[in-house]
């Protein structure tokens, strides 16, 4: 395994990392809880949503402001609309581009209508209360679906379609102040570098790690801890991945360490969940932990590279009571063009040691699995921002896979190429 890393460390070394966001002084490491402060990578000057004073510019009208939105205001209403295409060169019969679960049909679709109600915690030493509730339409309300909530306890559908589904991936209440705070409810996984809100990555489509590697939603409570301007701590106890009631409920831990910020020279991160889940005959919960370190660097004014090592592993998961593991990197390069347009490249590998991940997808997506072996996926997009609300993201992406199965055109290829954009509005 350390071999391997290092082998597809050095292929990929020149393609990929993070944008930055020139208006966001949050860690660019684990995704922060999904836009709370939106560590977004889309592009866009410092400025606030539409309602914070008569102007965008923060400067002006907000000193508090964090990306499109005001703190100072004592209840945020925002959100966006995501909208967009996916094309394959080689169509399937059933339409769907491989084991995917985003973006995964040769077709248009409304991504996101993503609502955010929010109650922020006041800015300062001074202890608050607040809050938050987010509700997502479209296709990619599938990432943001809870056992027991949007699901049935044992994972099969519930009040939602098998294309498009309503789900509120944040529901929490919280308490502290801009050292210390405590929420307790639901809410985004700290774990993985992307996140669901389109807002908070570079690319139309998600990474191989984030659909298939991890966990994308928690209950539970998390406190954090900023010991200063550079160093935090993340740690609470969760319901296992994705659950509000599931099966056989057990409680796991979920820690994460960041140091540095997207705006240092340098920054990483180190987050991880472990606890107990089902295995593969679901008649046992045994150990699983899935792990994530993130290290960035702005190498210039423009040029920043992000580098993501993750691993998952489940104890006794496979009928004939191996473990199970899977593991992989992704690499990020973005260029600032202009204050307006920034570009990215993105490659990945994907090792599914037992097949038990890559296929993990829509009940009608019939590319299911099991693929053993290597994933690679190479993207190369742009982000342009012609208003300080509207984010257009074109994007072609490259997928190859080496091993047993072939997961691409219903069972007939072992590769595919993708053309996609999509048009994010923010108000």
């Known amino acids: 395994m350390a071999i391997r890393s290092l082998t597809c460390m050095f292929m990929a070394f020149c393609l990929v990392g993070r944008l930055q966001a020139d208006d966001v002084p949050t860690p660019a490491t684990e995704q922060s809880p999904q836009v709370e402060v939106a560590s977004s990578a889309i592009g866009g000057e410092s400025r606030c949503s539409t309602g914070c004073g008569q102007s965008l510019d923060c400067a002006r009208t907000c000193p508090k402001c964090c990306k499109h939105r005001c703190d100072c205001r004592a209840f945020n209403v925002e959100g966006w609309l995501d909208a967009g295409f996916v094309l394959n060169g080689n169509k399937s019969p059933s339409g769907f581009n491989g084991p995917y679960n985003q973006t995964d049909r040769h077709e248009g679709s409304l991504n996101q209508a993503y609502l955010v109600f929010e109650r922020p915690l006041a800015r300062g030493p001074q202890m ?231 296929g993990l997808s829509r009940p009608s997506n019939p590319n299911k699995g099991p693929y053993i072996g290597d994933m690679y996926s190479f993207s190369l997009g742009v982000n342009w921002t012609p208003y300080s609300n509207v984010i257009v993201r074109p994007e072609v992406r490259w997928d190859w896979f080496e091993g047993s199965g072939l997961p691409f055109d219903d069972g007939t290829d072992d590769q595919q190429f993708l053309v996609g954009m999509d048009v994010i509005w923010r108000f």
């Open 128 to 358: 608050s209360l607040g809050g938050r509730v987010d509700m997502i339409y479209g296709t990619d309300a599938f990432l943001a679906e809870s056992k027991g909530f949007e699901r049935h306890p044992d994972g099969s559908m519930k009040w939602n379609g098998d294309h498009y589904g309503l789900a509120l991936p944040q529901v929490y209440g919280q308490v502290g102040n801009e050292e210390l705070s405590f929420k307790v409810g639901h809410f985004y996984t700290i774990v993985g570098y992307e996140g669901v809100p389109a807002v908070n990555n570079f690319f139309y489509t998600k990474s191989l790690s984030y659909m298939f590697a991890g966990p994308f939603v928690e209950w539970g409570g998390l406190a954090t801890w900023k010991a200063n301007q550079i160093l935090s701590f993340d740690a609470g106890l969760v319901n296992g991945w994705d659950a509000l009631d599931q099966v056989s409920d057990r409680a796991a831990f979920l820690g994460r360490v960041s140091l540095g910020n997207d705006q240092s020279t340098m920054w990483t991160s180190f987050a991880i969940i472990a606890g107990d889940e089902l295995n593969e005959l679901a008649t046992d919960s045994t150990s699983r932990t899935r792990y994530s370190l993130i290290v960035g660097a702005n190498l210039t004014s423009r040029i920043q590279y992000v580098f993501h090592h993750w691993c998952g592993v489940q104890d006794d998961f496979l009928a004939s009571g191996d473990s199970a593991e899977w593991y992989g990197i992704d690499q990020y390069l973005y260029y600032k063009l202009t204050p307006s347009v920034r570009l990215g490249g993105r490659f990945e590998w994907f090792r599914d040691d037992d097949g038990v991940r890559l």
